[in-house]
């Protein structure tokens, strides 16, 4: 996450060695077969289209970017493509790319994220009355996907972690819970305030908390980004001690907030402060559980798909973490893809902006994941928790898709 300047960019550009290590592990490009959506095409685009103003196809070319980070791990020569990608879109129009006007509404919306309060209400209500009424394949019927579906773990409440921690202590935790376990999933923040009394840490959660901003970097809007940024680092700073986040999403843009103020000291090295504190809910989770003891395991056990969000995959290197937590909760199996984890097609704004591509992405980890036969799936990130809800529904399944923090509440009651 880092604004350069036209000069530092271009010079970067050069340093390209055009080897295509990047369209191999280019969702988009996987999705779409069309390698100008790849990194090494859009660099390609770059050059030849450097010294022009960029038009509504090279806007919407580089709109086609989940900003996943795999190019970048895979990269020999270490360049930072998302920050490239993010760069140029700081120069576009207002309403760049295909459906840009929905894009646009989103990142207004989570500029007043109570709004989506509104929506979980109404959504609610509507997927409780038309859900089961709607053909499989209707649009309105995956738009309301997000807010139903199942989050329980039927025949299962056998098997569960005694929490053996005092819980008299009430040590004050403060939690950044993000827009989406703020308004679309409150029983995220619900299940991480049980689960942590049973530990004996009592939640704080800062008034005033707002958007993490990383929707507004993203669409290249970093004064924007920034203004979020100081809002929330003002909040933060005010408590001491880790701060815990439970997306992951959430989790990478405000560990990388200092990169926001690369010319700002002041504002940097608060940022830095803060993004030190910070801890991801599995890390933190881990800690808590290593010294426990396992309760007997039940006879009926929990098949579970972990999805690895992709800024904790690439960005982080944060996997394993989240595994340990679920092999150490009784009667619980986890099932694996044969080639790995992969994109779901979220990509913050990117599946408002290209949805055909979206649900191509999507759908393909659907199929293989559903293939596995879980009892349920999870993951941490709000973004892809949404993509997957709809995934399992576009399938026409009934498979529970819930949080981390859900799961693991339920398996340490």
């Known amino acids: 996450m880092r ?68 190019c970048s791990r895979v990269c020999p020569s270490k360049l930072d493509i998302p920050a490239d990608v993010v760069a140029a879109r700081s120069d576009f129009s207002m309403l760049y790319g295909e459906h840009g006007y929905q894009k646009f509404l989103a990142r207004k919306a989570l500029n007043r994220p109570e709004l989506l309060g509104a929506a979980r209400v109404l959504g609610s209500r509507a997927a409780n009355i038309l859900f089961g009424r709607l053909p499989a394949a209707s649009g309105l019927r995956l738009r309301l996907a997000m807010f139903g579906g199942s989050s329980s773990l039927p025949g299962h409440d056998d098997a569960a972690m005694p929490r053996s921690a005092d819980t008299s202590a009430g040590t004050e935790l403060i939690y950044f819970p993000g827009c989406a376990a703020s308004y679309l999933y409150p029983d995220i923040t619900a299940n991480v305030r049980e689960f942590l009394q049973g530990y004996g840490y009592e939640l704080n959660i800062p008034d005033g908390l707002g958007c993490c901003g990383l929707a507004a970097y993203a669409s290249g809007h970093p004064d924007e980004a920034r203004r979020l940024a100081r809002k929330n680092i003002e909040l933060l700073e005010q408590g001491d001690g880790p701060i815990l986040v439970s997306c992951a999403s959430c989790f990478a843009q405000l560990a990388d907030y200092k990169d926001l103020f690369e010319r700002d000291a002041h504002w940097k090295a608060r940022a830095e402060l803060v993004g030190e504190r910070v801890v991801e809910i599995s890390c933190f989770v881990e800690n808590l559980l290593q010294d426990q003891d396992v ?26 973490e989240p595994r340990s937590v679920l092999r150490s909760l009784p009667g619980v199996e986890l099932v694996e893809l044969a080639d ?74």
Do not use: W
């Not at 859009?42 to 806007?59: I, Q, S």
């Not at 039940?298 to 904790?312: A, E, G, I, N």
């Open 295 to 320: 309760a007997a395991q039940s006879d009926r056990v929990l098949k579970v798909f972990y999805h690895d969000p992709c800024h904790l995959r690439h960005d982080r290197t944060i996997t394993q």
């Open 3 to 70: 604004e350069r300047e036209s000069e530092a960019g271009a010079a970067v550009q050069k340093r390209c060695a055009k080897c295509g290590a990047c369209t191999a592990v280019c969702p988009v490009y996987r999705a779409s077969g069309n390698e100008i959506y790849s990194a090494r095409g859009k660099r390609h685009l770059a050059e030849v289209f450097k010294d022009e103003r960029p038009g509504p196809v090279f806007e919407d070319i580089y709109a086609k970017c989940l900003l996943c980070g795999a």
């Open 340 to 413: 790995g984890p992969q994109c779901c097609g979220q990509g913050g704004l990117f599946h408002i902006g290209a949805p055909e591509l979206s649900a191509r992405i999507r759908d393909d980890l659907a199929t293989k994941v559903l293939a596995l036969q879980p009892d349920v799936i999870t993951t941490s990130c709000s973004g892809c928790l949404m993509q997957l809800k709809t995934a399992v529904a576009a399938a026409d399944s009934t498979v529970p898709v819930i949080h981390l923090a859900a799961l693991i509440n339920a398996r340490t009651r």
